[in-house]
């Protein structure tokens, strides 16, 4: 029975149907019980959003608060998921991979090619992404991009509460690291979702509105920048098929190229920062399989090269807005 939680609610409830179901599973990082052993309410924070409340007094000794060392904990994540633990270990903010990019990328990602597939290392990366927040250059970045470029790693990034819970679940079962990026803009906003547990497999993109004209594809609060985009255009008699491609790497390449091939005209959606972006990878790859089935110049729609403004008006125009979207769209259409 669906019924209409929160992105942050969801994210809860996969955890939580996961610890019950697979004794395996424990979920670690800074903050995620908070005031355990301390006076007051035991349970008293949750993460820094709150996303993991409630979890502690249910499962007890599976969720590890940690010291402040993302080195430390992600390593120490990364060691048991290698001894059959299944961790989801919570990053936090995802710009503080710095701190602890050996371990994923140098380690964890090639466990399973340097021990000749016999090595596996089912730990997820659970991280907040994006601007939006008010919360500065450090805390706001949409880093996607560089772990899609590591092999060995599969990055999802999902746009609603429904994917969210079914895509981590997908990504605790899963016996590859996982990058799971939640947007933090995106916590408060519900839809409807199954009460049961339910896994989304990874590489398949949703098709979130259907359209002749134009193919926007991107993902994450994009969807919803590109969905307000695409009712404006539908005023003006453009017809946009939006792509939400929900996992990153892997990456739905038969659901966008077929897109492609039956609109002509492409605008990709990324709020990373253009160079080497996922919609600078998509847009080489549809240029690359269905150049002779396009009628105009494929768009890309993206943050600007800059650091994430702190200033509010600059951060709001740093972030890709509808009106962006759809003027890309028209550039597209006017070839």
Not at 82 to 95: I, K, N, Q, S, T
Not at 110 to 125: D, H, L, N, Q
Not at 174 to 203: Q, R
Not at 213 to 225: E, F, N, S
Request: hydrophobic content about 45%; proline content about 5%.
């Amino acid at each position: 029975m669906a019924r209409k939680i929160s992105m942050r609610q969801a994210i809860n409830e996969a955890l939580d149907q996961e610890m019950a179901r697979d004794p395996n599973v424990i979920v670690m990082g800074e903050d995620i019980v908070g005031g355990a052993g301390g006076e007051g309410e035991e349970d008293a924070w949750g993460g820094v959003l709150g996303v993991t409340k409630g979890l502690h007094a249910k499962h007890k000794g599976k969720l590890l608060d940690t010291p402040l060392s993302e080195s430390a904990y992600i390593g120490a994540a990364i060691g048991a998921a290698a001894c059959g633990m299944r961790p989801v270990a919570e990053l936090m903010f995802l710009d503080f991979m710095g701190v602890c990019f050996d371990q994923i990328f140098n380690q964890a990602a090639k466990f399973k090619y340097m021990f000749g597939g016999k090595a596996e290392t089912p730990v997820v990366i659970r991280a907040m992404v994006g601007a939006g927040f008010r919360a500065a250059a450090q805390h706001s970045q949409m880093l996607t991009p560089l772990f899609v470029h590591i092999p060995g790693l599969k990055v999802v990034c999902p746009s609603n509460a429904y994917d969210a819970k079914g895509l981590l679940i997908q990504s605790i079962r899963d016996n590859d690291p996982v990058i799971f990026c939640e947007h933090k803009n995106l916590y408060g906003l519900e839809t409807d979702v199954p009460a049961e547990s339910y896994a989304i497999p990874f590489g398949e993109a949703n098709v979130v509105r259907d359209g002749k004209h134009a193919t926007i594809v991107t993902y994450g609060m994009m969807v919803h920048r590109a969905m307000d985009a695409a009712a404006t255009l539908a005023k003006q008699g453009v017809e946009c098929e939006v792509i939400d491609l929900r996992t990153l790497s892997p990456i739905d390449w038969d659901t966008v190229i077929d897109s492609a091939e039956r609109t002509g005209h492409v605008v990709c959606v990324d709020e990373a920062n253009p160079r080497c972006s996922i919609a600078s990878d998509v847009s080489s790859m549809i240029s690359q399989e269905c150049f002779k089935a396009l009628k105009g110049p494929i768009q890309m729609v993206t943050a600007p090269h800059t650091p994430v403004p702190f200033s509010p008006v600059l951060e709001d125009l740093y972030i890709p807005s509808a009106d962006a979207i759809a003027k890309a769209v028209n550039r597209s259409m006017a070839h």
